[in-house]
């Protein structure tokens, strides 16, 4: 079965560091990768999707993620954070031949330290 | 706007008592499913629907059941709801146009079974 790992259940960092968040997928065939934010309270946000093109992909508020189709991996980047990054974060992949549904993994939440 | 609209956002309801969650977008849409999100376990998804009259079990369909009557409302129906069916809900919707294309979330709905 499909599935969607993330390393880290949760993150706490200073402002200014930089943050990698990792994310890998089993599935053998084309996906569609994404990642989301949950800022405290709120609903599910999209940062960045990948359909195809340049693996490395940027988003919004400063967020990128590189895709590495040989170590099936999608991970979150970003050089410097603030302390309004502070959410939850989760990875998602989109099988070609599943349609809408999405498989997401079970999140990373950040805390960032003013 | 585009927008995904659950209702209710809130609710607390005792276990047995039947409920529905209902779910309407406004895109136009072929693609809706609902998830659930528990801490821990991410996003799971409970069932889908790929157009109208056309559903099927997503991940973790025990205890719920939907139906799509027509293409804009996707409802969520808890038959006897149990404290095990206390999570946070999503509902989202994306087009059949594209396999990648974005997928809208509703704002959630949370929901405590007592």
């Known amino acids: 079965a499909q599935s969607v790992s993330q390393h880290n259940h949760h993150v706490i960092l200073s402002e200014a560091a930089s943050l990698e968040l990792g994310c890998n997928y089993s599935y053998g065939g084309t996906v569609n990768l994404f990642w989301y934010v949950q800022y405290p309270g709120q609903h599910l946000q999209l940062l960045l999707k990948y359909f195809s093109g340049d693996p490395l992909v940027k988003g919004i508020k400063g967020f990128e993620a590189e895709f590495i189709k040989s170590k099936f991996s999608f991970n979150l980047r970003k050089p410097s954070v603030q302390w309004s990054d502070t959410a939850e974060y989760f990875c998602?992949?989109?099988?070609?031949?599943?349609?809408?549904?999405?498989?997401f993994g079970q999140g990373t939440e950040l805390s960032v330290k003013p | 706007e585009a927008q995904v609209t659950q209702n209710p956002r809130y609710l607390i309801t005792v276990t047995g008592k039947k409920l529905t969650v209902t779910c309407s977008q406004n895109?136009?849409?072929?693609?809706m499913s609902w998830y659930r999100q528990d801490p821990g376990l991410g996003l799971r998804q409970i069932y889908y629907s790929m157009n109208v009259e056309v559903t099927d079990k997503g991940d973790v369909p025990e205890g719920y059941k939907v139906s799509r009557k027509e293409k804009r409302n996707f409802p969520l129906i808890l038959e006897s709801p149990s404290p095990n069916q206390t999570s946070l809900y999503f509902c989202?919707?994306?087009?059949?146009?594209?396999?990648?294309?974005?997928?809208?979330f509703g704002e959630g709905s949370w929901l405590t079974v007592v």
């Open positions: 998602a992949v989109n099988a070609y031949n599943q349609g809408g549904k999405l498989i």
């Open positions: 989202a919707s994306r087009s059949r146009q594209g396999s990648g294309n974005t997928i809208y």
């Open positions: 895109m136009n849409h072929e693609y």
